[in-house]
């Protein structure tokens, strides 16, 4: 797991809490424990969350309620 920010940082939340990402992250998703991460390439999912197959990195970006988990893949896009 890679940590830290690049120059580079997009603020996504329109449907989620606020996120700070680093400008290589286009994917984000929730895990079964709450937290969200991002993804430099699209992950896959299993049992309680999501995984980049080790072809990318990934960060922690913060948390939330796990409700709905499952479903929060998300492309990330930048915002002007």
């Known amino acids: 797991m890679q940590s830290g920010f690049s120059n ?3 603020r996504v939340g329109e449907t989620r809490p606020a996120l700070m990402c680093p400008g290589w992250v286009n994917w984000i998703a929730q ?3 709450g937290i969200w991460w991002g993804y430099s390439v699209e ?3 299993n049992d309680t969350g999501w995984y980049e197959n ?3 990195r990934c960060i ?5 309620d796990a ?3 499952e479903h929060s893949l998300q492309g990330v ?3 002007a």
């Open 31 to 33: 895990d079964a424990s």
């Open 43 to 45: 992950p896959l999912r």
């Open 67 to 69: 409700a709905g988990w």
């Open 60 to 64: 922690r970006l913060g948390a939330g």
């Open 77 to 79: 896009t930048v915002r």
């Open 54 to 56: 080790e072809v990318g």
């Open 8 to 10: 580079a940082a997009t």
